[in-house]
């Protein structure tokens, strides 16, 4: 199993809101906007195990906007056409699970802890919406032709320009409150970062909805372009939500962020137009840093990423107080079980420092681990994503765990060879 980039890139068709608020931080990364861009996301193969957060955080958006669709349509609906609609997106989701090597050992998503909790809390809510059309004071009865021009109700499409437009998106919501636009963003993980604060992505990304939702009426020809009064990221799980208004979501800021977001358009694909060789792209465009890279899911693959991950590794002191990588690579020395039965055991590698780094944890006999299997003695090999060992503490090791659902080890050398 290698995970694969493709050999040439195409340049980006669009941008999305989402990709461009993470690139808008402290100079973040354009080599990943471009990876996931349009079709070089789809050529692109999985490479780290899905978060089980993340499986269900897209089940409960598809079951809120249903809701929303089912207040737009008027039609009843009860709570049990709720859990329907929950069902057969966890079954969908399961059967695209199932196909996939990298991710089968997830199933079944049933057995996951709060599963029903969390499905009877998001469909309870998803059907109570459905009874409020009232937050759909527009664009009830529309025909299909006409939904991509709505401006209020659930998914709705924004761009910057009618043609050839370089920015993309959809809005989760937009509610019309007595004439002023209010747009909402579904989250389902953590919103707030460590000092209490929106987290600075989530708030760069409202923005631009808001300057992207101003640019469809004007595309529309509206003779009364409102700009969004409020953005509310909310938490449909836990009901909690942040607000961004008036000075957080100033007009002038939010034109000038999309500004800058179509400019970083603009430089990755006047940078393709140089050279498509994926390598070439990945030395022009990659931006590695420890925030940025933390949810990148091509890390195994991005050669920029595994040379500052070794500097950062020789950054690390034995005490791992301040452990901030959750990626390792080094020479191959060893692998044991825990137990001679247990699937679980150990890797030990060895740095250019020759310090040596204990990764306990790991499955060796999973299907996604197959690397392990063919290893020998000094080759490279990198263990994704793992966190600091605090049951355990031999002195001559840097102790390490592995995230027991996402860590999977590759042997560096063939995956970096094309
Ligand atoms: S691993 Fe880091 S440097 Fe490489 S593409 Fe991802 S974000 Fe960019």
Known sequence: MKPTLPERLKPLDTISPSL???????????????????????????????????????VIHKVIEWGYRGGHSGRDRDISDAFDQWDKIIDEKEQNLSDDKINRHLLPLKDRKNYFKKRGRVCHHANKI????RVLEDGTDKSE??????????????????????????IDLVVSDGGNLEIFDWKTGKIL??????KDPYKNQMRLYAAL???????????DVKFPRRGVIKNPLTGSKEILCEEGLDPELCRELLKDAINIYEDINETHKKDDDTDFLMDELAIPSKKGCRYCSIRPRCRVYLK???????????????IEIQDVIGRFVDKHRSESRSSKGAILLEDDEARRWRIAGIDLDAERNEAIEGLREGEMV?????????RCDLPEYINLL?????????????????
């Open 130 to 133: 459905s009874q409020e059309i």
């Open 402 to 418: 592995a995230n027991p659902t996402r860590h999977i080890v590759y042997d560096i050398e063939s995956m970096l060879s094309r």
């Open 145 to 170: 032709s006409d939904m991509k021009n709505r401006l209020i109700g659930p998914e709705i499409p924004v761009q910057d320009k009618i043609s050839d437009p370089r920015m993309k998106g959809r």
């Open 382 to 390: 990198g263990v994704f994503n793992i966190y600091k060992n605090t």
């Open 308 to 322: 500052e991950l070794e500097n950062w590794m020789g950054d690390i002191t034995e005490d791992l107080d301040d």
């Open 213 to 223: 939702l101003e640019c469809k009426q004007k595309n529309l020809d509206s003779d």
């Open 193 to 198: 970062d460590k000092e209490g604060n929106l």
């Open 20 to 58: 461009a608020s993470k690139a808008l931080i402290d100079d973040g990364c354009l080599f990943r906007i471009l990876t996931q861009g349009g079709s070089n996301r789809s050529e692109t193969t999985d490479m780290l195990p899905a978060s089980i957060d993340g499986i269900i955080g897209t």
